[in-house]
């Protein structure tokens, strides 16, 4: 028989991993419809940025019509989004996580030590994903210029797998942000065992959170066209930025994940073995 020590030991170890299985499709339409619930936040949060990446987007613009490279302003504007929506991303995450009344006496837009630290999470995921991206496509990049199909090959196999590697690891690690957000950062080991047994569930809740719209701006590049001319260009300008500003909402995703996993208290369940041996 066993002691009643050794039973509280497999109790508490059954208890520490307890998996919840996160409820995909109810978390996908809570962050569809937050922008629509939550409409005054969603403009005290959103304008200085969608102001700022639109002035960004129009200088962008007029950088392409003297003959710089699109790669370098479309470059320019990634790390524009990312520091501008910053200070958004945060109010948008403590949000969804702790309601109204965490951000009623949050400022629309600054900087402070948590937006630094959100940040610096952001930059470390891209860099992440260069290193496990950028050498394969150069690899590639060097067989196609060159006519060399093994090394094309090679370079292409070694770009998907390190794609793949990326996004399981984005996967794991995306509590980080929501966790950075409310001040609740633990680090990096414990994102990553919150989100053991659900990196399906997450990874369904992160795309189909962004999915419409995805859908809404391609459609809305087909209906316009890539090169319009003048006032059709400052206009698909303006409403690319805004769906830009509005995938910005879909953040609501992991971060409602992370409250159900990680905030939410819930009843453990004893299987009948530990239950008999108490």
Not at 90 to 105: D, F, H, N, Y
Request: positive net charge; contains cysteine; aromatic residues 12%.
């Amino acid at each position: 028989m066993e002691s009643p020590a050794t039973a509280t030991q497999q109790t508490n170890v059954q208890h520490r991993f307890t998996v919840v299985q996160l409820p995909v499709f109810p978390i996908m339409v809570e962050s569809l419809l937050m922008p629509l619930n939550y409409l005054p936040e969603l403009v005290k949060f959103a304008k200085i940025p969608f102001l700022l990446i639109l002035a960004a987007d129009m200088f962008c613009y007029v950088l392409e019509r003297q003959d710089v490279s699109r790669s370098v302003t479309g470059s320019s504007m990634a790390i524009a989004h990312f520091i501008l929506f910053t200070p958004f991303s945060v109010a948008w995450t403590k949000l969804a996580i702790r309601g109204r009344a965490s951000v009623a006496k949050h400022p629309a837009f600054a900087y402070s030590r948590t937006q630094w630290a959100y940040l610096l999470a952001t930059t470390a995921m891209m860099l992440a994903m260069l290193v496990c991206v950028g050498p394969p496509f150069l690899l590639m990049r060097y067989g196609q210029q060159n006519f060399d199909h093994q090394i094309m090959m090679l370079g292409g196999t070694c770009f998907f797998l390190g794609l793949g590697v990326f996004l399981i690891g984005y996967i794991r690690l995306a509590f980080v942000f929501p966790a950075i957000a409310i001040g609740r950062y633990a680090g990096v080991s414990a994102a990553w065992k919150q989100t053991a047994g659900n990196i399906e569930r997450l990874a369904a809740i992160l795309v189909l959170s962004y999915l419409p719209y995805w859908l809404i701006r391609e459609a809305f590049e087909w209906y316009i066209g890539y090169h319009p001319p003048g006032a059709v260009a400052a206009l698909r300008g303006i409403v690319d930025m805004l769906l830009v500003a509005l995938a910005t909402t879909a953040l609501a995703g992991p971060a409602l994940a992370y409250k159900a996993i990680a905030l939410e208290p819930r009843v453990e369940v004893v299987t009948p073995a530990v239950s008999a041996a108490l």
